[in-house]
């Protein structure tokens, strides 16, 4: 870095530290000197690493190999920008006739998202992939384009599966689909200043996309462009096996390479039951002989997420996150996440192995995942589990790998900071698994969506949830939520403002223009439509606001018409009249004359039946 730059650079960060008149102005000091701060956001005071000398190291080649990749060549110290991925990607693929490259779409910031298909009888499309019958295989890496190991470690095997051809045979009994970046605009805002609990590379991505949205929360909603176009790569090529490669957050802990999916308690219990005994047990077996330390998905419990000590939770996933909405359409997805404290070059190689595994055992056991994938499609469910909970009655406990820590009252924060040493340690902490169901809906016949939703409309669509669309109109005998005491967000999450309420059901004569659609419960993504039609679903369209017009009402009352009018319906109705009176024992509602008329109004004919009805009918 040029001397120029360098002040550049440590100005601005003097800048962000302190700005002027900052009461921070006793860091400026000789002794800490804007170099010395420099030197610290450069490298943040991790934990300790835990010596680590696994046999994946043998995995990379010499910087004198032909096709060694950018990250091999500097020994892991940095990883390629997108440019140079796909430049390198481009050269592989032109060498081995087993590699195509195709785009299956365009960032906001115009750049392709490319996805490499590689395949011994070079099958290139969807329905050639499908034809050959071998299991297909989808990797993604870089949703979060900060945790970019997946990107590293699939361009090696790629190449050792064609051009350098030591595991060639992989092939044989399967064929796979890798993305090597999926948030690519993303990828490109790259710095050293990313990911502050991160090993490594030299510089990273950042989080978000151009539009700062997480792809990693919009599968359900289809905000982005990104996201619309890997769905529609899901419709299109049918894999049998999803694997979303991440890097977590979080505390210290020995394993280096851990992974999850929504077990047998979720919404595909027959494909959890295949991940559990076939591919969890395969790639726990590869890594650890690589040398690795493979583990489950280790998240805190809520309150406690770096005292690991009072367990670990093992959830159901929301379908808005790439396993969860796997398990939510049928489709075996794991969500791998590699360990930020570890060095890049362990975390690179321990994805590569679980890769090499994930393939391998997709390729011998095939036909019992398509089974269960059958069995989960096929099975009918008389009601639908929206969210789920731990048991009062679990015991389970874990034979965790932690990292020995310590606690200490801080200066900075005020609150008492852990740190950890980096000593291992063994513990055994509760599993605090979720088994039971919290809360459920019936599942109907059919979904009714008017035409004038057709944003919604086009979004089942792109889910690839099948559709019938009214040529004519029609009036139909529904089922309708009514909703009770809405709730907006007080902030936008992920670009939308959600909304929550409370419902009751109608049953209506429902007309529905043509244009508009019947969705069938009885089909291969019926649940999926089910959790993005049922207003309580965490990830439904009306939580996530798209349904916000029915809040506002557009018809209101005149005084002059409406106090006599309520004469009258007082005289004509005594009932009425005794109900009304009942009602004035509340001061709060005997105070307020607005609302003395408008509980008058509600019960006319005038008022607006469809205020808060939510427009989505169901067949029972």
Known sequence: MNSVKRTVICLAILFAVSGPGSADEELLTPSRSASELLRIYQSPPLPPLIPWAGKSRSLAVGKSDRWVTPAERTDFRTSPTYDETVSWLRTLVAASPRLRMVSLGVSPEGRDLWMVIASNERSFTAEALKKSGKPLLLAQAGIHAGEIDGKDA???????????????????????????????????????????????????????????????????????????????????????????????????????????????????????????????????????????????????????????????????????????????????????????????????????????????????????????????????????????????????????????????????????????????????????????????????????????????????????????????????????????NPKLAVQPFEGRVGMTAESAIEKRRQLFPAGSVRVSANQPLGLLASLLLEPASSDSFFQWGFFAEILQRTEYIEAYVMEPMARQMMSADPRLAEEFQKKLEDPTFRSDPAARLQWFYQKTPFFDDRWLLYPVGREE
């Not at 059919?446 to 035409?451: E, L, V």
């Open 154 to 484: 699939g361009m090696m095997l790629l190449r050792d599966m064609t051009v350098r051809g030591t595991e060639k045979a992989l092939l044989d009994r399967a064929n796979v689909l890798f993305v090597p970046i999926f948030n690519v605009d993303g990828h490109e805002r790259r710095s050293r200043f990313g990911r502050i609990n991160q090993r490594g590379p030299e510089e990273l991505g950042w989080r978000t996309t151009a539009r700062n949205l997480n792809l990693n929360r919009d599968y359900m909603k289809l905000d982005s462009p990104e996201m619309r176009a890997m769905v529609a790569a899901i419709n299109r090529w049918q894999p049998d096996l999803y694997i979303d490669l991440h890097v977590t957050d979080g505390a210290d802990y020995q394993y280096d390479i851990t992974w999850g999916y929504s077990g047998r308690h979720g919404r595909s219990p027959a494909i959890a039951a295949w991940l559990d005994q076939q591919l969890t047990p395969a790639l726990d077996r590869d890594l650890a002989e690589m040398g690795h330390v493979p583990g489950p998905l280790v998240f805190g419990v809520r309150g406690f997420e770096d005292d690991l000590s009072k367990g670990i939770t093992a959830g159901i996933s929301l379908p808005r996150f790439s396993d969860g909405y796997g398990d939510a359409r049928h489709l075996a997805a794991v969500l791998v996440e590699n360990h930020s404290l570890k060095p890049y070059d362990q975390r690179v190689l321990g994805t590569y192995v679980l890769l090499r595994g994930a393939i391998r055992t997709l390729g011998a056991q095939a036909q019992s995942l398509r089974s269960a994938a059958r069995v989960d499609r096929s099975t009918p469910m008389q009601s639908i589990p929206l969210s789920w909970k731990v048991a009062e009655t679990n015991q389970e406990t874990f034979d965790f790998l932690g990292v020995e820590s310590r606690t200490y009252p801080s200066t900075v924060s005020g609150a008492v900071t852990r740190e950890w040493v980096g000593k291992p340690l063994k513990m055994i902490v509760p599993l605090l698994r979720e088994t039971e169901v919290a809360s459920r809906v019936t599942s109907p016949s059919a979904y009714w969506i008017p035409a004038a939703w057709s944003d919604v409309i086009e979004r089942i669509e792109r889910h690839g949830i099948v559709v019938e669309k009214l040529t004519r109109s029609r009036v139909v005998e529904v089922s309708m939520y009514r909703m009770k």
